[in-house]
């Protein structure tokens, strides 16, 4: 009985410490050891409820009492483990598609902005373009302002994608930075709701694979990657109306 309930006692305490995690927003490498802990105190529990069924009818509340309370902290542990610490953060490009388009949905209708990279998440061709339901959301969402960070296009392939974004949001904005200089190696969008940034990062992890992060700049990696944005929109080249009417040129002799 003794070792039941040092084992329901450590159980709250690993309870309190996950409800931690859940307050600072953090994820701890431990999930596995809270999982066993949990789940060892549960099965324990039962056992000893087993074992002792006839002792239990009498009823020895105490016996009772402490077996209710280890059922009752693995359970919650968990449970806990589960919610908090083991959230899903990657994600396939299908799987991806509707987070961010929820994302965006949810944004006033002020201003969006956009880490592009050289826009072919939309889609290669504007055919793929079309059908791309991120692309859908974000024309149907008719932002005031689209600002854009991406790579000057270097061929016109990419150059009718511009083309084909401009001449169809045509409330968008360009700003080019250098990838070689300045890889940003993230994708993902800025939003503000009920005026308070939000944002919605995610990298490659491997092909078809992407590890996304929702945060605002309350949180210190929500607030260093608004920064970055701004720094680097404000670093990054304006281009010409000369490009502009280019790349809307070669997208419309397309057509």
Sequence with gaps: MEFLIILYTTCIAAFIDVLGHK????????????????????????????????????????????????????????????????????????????????????????????????????????????????????????????????????????????????TEIPNTELRFYNPRNADLKVRGRIIKVQGIARLLMYTKVRHGIYQAIETNTADSNGLLYNNIWELVWSLATKPSAVQIQSYTDLFNQGK
């Design 23 to 166: 307050l600072v927003k953090g994820k701890s490498v431990w999930k596995w050891a809270f999982y066993i802990l949990g789940g060892g105190d549960l099965l324990f529990a039962l056992l000893l409820a087993i074992m002792n069924w006839h002792e239990l009818i009498k009823p020895d509340w105490r016996m009772l009492l402490n077996i209710a309370l280890a059922i009752v902290a693995g359970f919650l542990l968990l449970i806990y483990t589960k919610i908090v610490l083991d959230k899903k953060t990657t994600y396939t490009v299908p799987e991806l598609d509707p987070i961010i388009n929820k994302f965006t949905k949810d944004a006033d209708r002020q201003e969006i902005k956009l880490f592009g990279g050289d826009l072919n998440f939309l889609g290669e061709t504007p055919m793929q373009i079309n059908e791309h339901p991120q692309y859908s959301c974000l024309r149907a969402a008719n932002f005031d302002k689209v600002s854009i960070l991406c790579e000057e296009p270097t061929d016109n392939t990419k150059k009718i994608r511009y083309g084909k974004i401009l």
